[in-house]
C-alpha cells in the first residue's frame, strides 16, 4: 500500500510540474479567391484557452464578417488535454480588390492574444453568371412511341445555401 501511495504521489508531482500548454489563436479562411456577393466561412480557433467574449474581427470596407456559431472539442492524448474552441463567421464580397481581414483579438481573462490575418482577393461576378438557382425537369427525349421507356429527370442547382428541399412529381396520367 505504500508504494502506491508512493506512486500516486510521485504521477501527481509530475503532473502538477509540467508545463501548460499556452494558448494559440489562429485565423482561417475557407477560400482566399472570391467574387463579389460571394459568401465563405472564416474560423477562429484557439487552441488550450478559455475564451470569455466572442472574438470581434477587423473587416476592411470591401467586405462584411458576420458571426455565425461556436463549438467547442477537447482530446485527451497520452495523458494530456487539449482544447480547441471555434468560432465560425461567413465573410461576404462586397467589392474588388485585394483586402486584408483581421486581426481578431481574443480575450482570455486577464490575458489576450491577437490572430493573424488573411489576404482576400475579390474579383467582379462574370457577366456570364449563371443564376442563383437553377430548376430543370423532362424526360430527355422530344419524341416518344408507343411502349418507349422514358426517364424523368429533374435536378436543382444552387450557388447560395439551401436549408430544405423537397420536390413533388407532377402527375403521370396517361403514362
Do not use: C
Request: charged share 15%; net charge negative.
Amino acid at each position: 500500500m505504500v508504494n502506491l501511495a508512493r506512486w500516486v504521489l510521485a504521477l501527481l508531482a509530475l503532473w502538477i510540474a509540467a508545463p501548460a500548454l499556452a494558448a494559440t489563436v489562429e485565423l482561417d479562411i475557407d477560400s482566399a479567391d472570391v467574387q463579389v456577393g460571394q459568401r465563405v466561412g472564416l474560423v477562429i480557433t484557439i487552441a488550450n484557452g478559455t475564451p470569455t467574449a466572442v472574438p470581434k474581427v477587423l473587416a476592411p470596407p470591401g467586405v462584411a464578417v458576420q458571426y455565425v456559431s461556436q463549438g467547442s472539442t477537447s482530446y485527451w492524448i497520452n495523458g494530456g488535454m487539449s482544447r480547441y474552441v471555434k468560432y465560425k463567421y461567413v465573410l461576404e464580397a462586397l467589392r474588388e480588390g485585394e483586402w486584408v481581414v483581421g486581426p481578431a483579438r481574443v480575450e482570455l481573462g486577464t490575458e489576450h492574444l491577437t490572430t493573424g490575418t488573411v489576404l482576400v482577393n475579390v474579383t467582379g461576378a462574370p457577366t456570364d453568371a449563371k443564376p442563383q438557382i437553377e430548376v430543370r425537369a423532362g424526360f430527355g427525349a422530344e419524341w416518344a412511341w408507343v411502349g418507349q421507356v422514358l426517364v424523368y429527370e429533374y435536378a436543382i442547382e444552387s450557388r447560395v445555401q439551401i436549408l430544405r428541399s423537397q420536390w413533388t412529381l407532377p402527375p403521370f396520367n396517361g403514362l
